[in-house]
């Protein structure tokens, strides 16, 4: 079964610009969940998506949105780019089935804001 | 609300000698523990879990946690260093509702040959 799949691995983008991320779950994965991830700080939880509606919401500004598909994949949006944006953006998915869900990793959208 | 406090963000061990990687808790309800590991331009790998049971959780590549309700612990052993367990470390908990993970800020472990 393939893993979690993220597009582009990395990216170069200027300050106001914005940008568009992209995460392909496990098949038959359900959740999808965002975390930005930078040094000293671990993983910071964005938002989760589950059925294309987004259920769960980290305390990040509006300018980071998400939204997801009808087949699970999943997009995150960041708009009016700041150089503190640069970070390791992971998504994790999950089946997301009663009970207790493990969540599988992509490896990441490296993103640097010049 | 649940949190994870991960003590020490660095942690250095000769090869062979045991691993200990630290890690606490704080949930108002039961919580869901998990050890995930980050080899360098990867993703995250799950370690092991802890959701119900058994409080000694074996994981991959000879790693294990201990639930401790008491300490409010989950801590993360290896009795022998090997060069490839070079990695950061990361400690995350979850509740028995919706699907939201917090991780703790993670733990950069290096062996020395």
């Known amino acids: 079964k393939a893993g979690v799949t993220q597009t582009p691995r990395y990216l170069i983008k200027t300050r106001g610009q914005q940008v568009t991320l992209s995460c392909s779950p496990i098949s038959g994965h359900r959740s999808v969940s965002w975390y930005q991830q930078t040094p000293g700080q671990g993983l910071q939880f964005l938002f989760e998506?589950?059925?294309?509606?987004?259920?769960n919401k980290g305390n990040f500004p509006g300018r980071f949105s998400g939204r997801q598909f009808s087949n699970s994949r999943s997009e995150m949006n960041v708009s009016t780019l700041e150089l503190g944006d640069s970070a390791l953006y992971l998504c994790?998915?999950?089946?997301?089935?009663?009970?207790?869900?493990?969540?599988?990793f992509g490896p990441g959208t490296r993103l640097t804001v010049t | 609300a649940q949190s994870v406090t991960q003590l020490g963000s660095h942690v250095s061990v000769s090869e062979g000698a045991l691993v200990l990687l630290r890690c606490n808790y704080s949930s108002s309800v039961p919580p869901y523990l998990f050890w995930y590991v980050q080899y360098p331009n990867q993703g995250l790998q799950l370690l092991l879990k802890?959701?119900?049971?058994?409080?000694l959780v074996k994981g991959i590549n000879g790693f294990e946690a201990e639930f401790k309700k008491s300490e409010t612990s989950f801590h993360l052993t290896k009795p022998s260093a090997h060069m490839s367990d070079a990695a950061e470390y990361f400690c995350a908990v979850t509740a028995n509702t919706g699907n939201q993970f917090y991780f703790g800020t993670g733990t950069s472990l290096t062996v020395i040959p």
């Open positions: 998506y589950f059925s294309e509606t987004q259920r």
């Open positions: 994790a998915s999950s089946l997301a089935s009663q009970g207790i869900n493990e969540q599988y």
């Open positions: 802890y959701t119900t049971g058994a409080t």
